[in-house]
């Protein structure tokens, strides 16, 4: 299993998991979930207590990831297989992404 804490402008909105079942998770942080001044991450996650569950990694941090040649040359830098999106996610998603949203590998 791997897991990731999802920040929100440097502040932890919540957890992101894939099971050894290769199912995809995430449930706000309830600091988060219960400050009414922070938004939800995104108009695909509102804020609820109920976590989210996909067997696909979620739109969302899916569309954080590079693609075509980017992504190929990434993987091949990385040594990530580039069917591992969730692997990929964790190792590019950390500082300079496109948005508020980071990802920070546990």
Do not use: H, W
């Given at each position: 299993?791997?897991?990731?804490?999802?920040?929100?402008?440097?502040?932890?909105?919540?957890?992101l998991i894939e099971t050894d079942e290769r199912r995809y998770?995430?449930?706000?942080?309830?600091?988060?979930?219960?400050?009414?001044?922070?938004?939800?991450?995104?108009?695909?996650?509102?804020?609820?207590?109920?976590?989210?569950?996909s067997d696909e990694l979620f739109p969302f941090f899916f569309n954080m990831l590079s693609e075509g040649s980017n992504k190929a040359l990434q993987c091949r830098t990385l040594k990530i297989d580039e069917n591992d999106s969730f692997g990929l996610l964790?190792?590019?998603?950390?500082?300079?992404t496109i948005g508020a949203i980071t990802i920070q590998e546990l």
């Open positions: 299993m791997r897991q990731a804490l999802v920040l929100s402008n440097n502040i932890v909105a919540g957890r998770i995430f449930r706000y942080d309830e600091d988060y979930l219960f400050n009414s001044e922070l938004r939800a991450i995104s108009l695909a996650f509102p804020k609820r207590k109920e976590e989210y569950v964790l190792a590019t998603a950390k500082y300079d």
